[in-house]
């Protein structure tokens, strides 16, 4: 065939434009590569096991633990940008003060926290209620809840803990304010609450 | 226009083998920040390499209208395979898709400027590639005729 005479005839560009066209099939399948990786991480890095505890320990302070896994099975090092965790108590009898919190954390991104890739993290936070005006608090929202027919003591009020997290996946560019959609397609966030479990 | 069947394999060639480039260019545009190579976007960098990758069909191609009706194809096939790309870890994975308002961005904001960058500069890279084949056959004649003549 005339066509594969031609060929013949000009192997040497026929060569360099199959050349570049291998290049960049190469470069589409690895980017293609990259981007199903960064799906699969998108869907399989989560919040598991989460634990929340309420002591009353020595002089009659309360403690308030908690504890969850951040699991990451991506190729990826995830950076945390921040996380942070609260824990409070809603008190419902009350008209103005209806929140009483309890304790909180807060990690930001000059912590440089990091999951190193197939990794899985504990984070275990916690806070110790000693003061007098709280635990007064705590135990005439008992003693109210109680009164309305409810068993709690201060070891089992349903104590809303809350942990946040947001972060990024590898050392891909994040901080395009130009096209904001490129920070969504590398950043996870996270949560978890006592009331509505993890989202 | 008429084409020959020579012709017709000659412009699936040159979209096949053409296409992969536009569809770097088009993935890459829309996810500079995960590509590799990365262009950041530039334009400059997507018309040059559009210039580049249509010397070859020029080169290769002495009609200029099928030159230029193979930049058409093969920056649709690379666009249609830029999409492909796009859709892998969704369709065959099964997994979820990640940023859902590409499809809309990349065949109706973002890409119209790409897609003539494309073609505009695939015209010229045909262009060039002609006028490359011209002065190496021109060349090559004035050689074989001071050959003869020392001969």
Redesign the interface.
Known sequence: ???FE?VKK?WV??A???A???F??S??????N???A???A??DIGLQNPEHHAEIVQHGNLNISFSIQLHNPSRYTLHINWLSWSAALMNVSSSDNKRISLGENYFGPTRYLEVPAKTTVNYTFWSKISDPGVLAKLSGYVNYANGLGGNYTLETLPYDQTFLVMLFIGE???E?LR?A??N???TVSLSYSSAEGVA | MKLSR?DM??LA?TSF?????I??MS??FM???????SFG?SLLAVFLLSI??GI?SG??TRRTDLAMTSVFLYTAAGYL??VV??S???TI?D?????P??YY?MFFRFTMILLFLFVLGGFLGTLFGQMVRDWIKTEETSMTFENARKG
């Open positions: 065939m005339a066509i031609r000009h560009t026929v360099l434009y199959l570049l066209s291998l960049f099939l470069a589409c399948l690895v980017s293609a990259t981007y199903g960064i799906a699969q998108q869907r891909f560019e994040h395009s096209d959609y490129l969504e397609l590398v | 020579d394999i000659k060639l083998i053409s296409a992969p480039p569809a770097f993935f890459e996810f500079p920040t995960i590509s590799t190579p976007k580049l990758t070859p080169y290769l395979l830029a790309f796009y892998v870890p969704y994975y997994l979820q898709q990640v940023l308002d590409i961005a």
